[in-house]
């Protein structure tokens, strides 16, 4: 029963680098979700995946990029890591009609 | 614009206590959802309520959901440490269609 899989949970980058944030879910649902989570700020969604295929901007996409690459996995690329990316990231997944979701255990990344 | 507002933000009790957390919006919702998320986890789902009215319990927990369908509160009898967390509403608007997340109320349950 593992639900949603993030990787790393972990991350110290330096400004300019680029990483690519792991989501996988087992749950077979259709939509998969990032977001960040920023203290007083709460859960602000950078990119969504309605179905296997489609990807969708949501309220923070600058810097940010997807791949919806099957109906299990979605990632998240910062091509040039900047300081203000620093934040908790969680993928979520879940079937659409806003009936609830399920989260992964997030990753930390800090940019220096 | 943030939709969902809760309240209060912070509360620290005692074990034993009892408490009520809010969320209220200017919209109408065609569900609602809480999460609890612990320090260093993800958000898990609790409970969604649908039905104007409807109340849901888990244990000590009880989910209401307002008649009108613009707010919702949790109440929690005889709180425990394990309660301790960030409570988070969330839904979908019959406007937007948007799904949006509260902005959370932090429990401590002090022993």
């Known amino acids: 029963n593992a639900g949603v899989t993030q990787t790393p949970k972990f991350q110290v980058l330096k400004t300019g680098q680029s990483m690519t944030l792991q989501c996988a879910q087992d749950?077979?649902?259709?939509?998969m979700y990032w977001y960040r989570q920023d203290p007083g700020m709460g859960l602000r969604l950078i990119y969504y995946?309605?179905?296997?295929?489609?990807?969708d901007k949501g309220e923070v996409p600058n810097g940010y990029n997807v791949s919806r690459l099957n109906k299990r996995e979605f990632s998240l690329r910062l091509e040039s890591a900047a300081p203000s990316q620093t934040s908790v990231y969680f993928c979520?997944?879940?079937?659409?009609?806003?009936?609830?979701?399920?989260f992964g255990s997030g990753t930390r990344l800090t940019v220096v | 614009t943030q939709l969902l507002e809760q309240s209060p933000q912070f509360l620290s009790i005692q074990e034993g206590e009892n408490l009520t957390v809010y969320c209220n919006s200017s919209?109408?919702?065609?569900?609602l959802q809480w999460y609890r998320q612990e320090p260093g986890e993800g958000p898990v789902l609790l409970v969604t309520?649908?039905?104007?009215?409807e109340v849901k319990k888990l244990k000590r927990l009880t989910f209401q959901f307002g008649d009108a369908r613009k707010d919702s509160s949790l109440h929690i009898t005889a709180a425990q440490p394990g309660d301790t967390g960030l409570y988070l509403c969330?839904?979908?608007?019959?406007?937007?269609?948007?799904?949006?997340f509260g902005t959370g109320t932090r429990l401590k349950v002090l022993a």
């Open positions: 979520a997944s879940g079937m659409t009609g806003g009936s609830g979701y399920t």
């Open positions: 749950m077979n649902h259709n939509s």
């Open positions: 995946s309605a179905s296997e295929g489609t990807t």
């Open positions: 919209s109408v919702f065609s569900s």
């Open positions: 309520v649908v039905t104007g009215g």
């Open positions: 969330a839904g979908v608007t019959r406007g937007t269609y948007k799904y949006i």
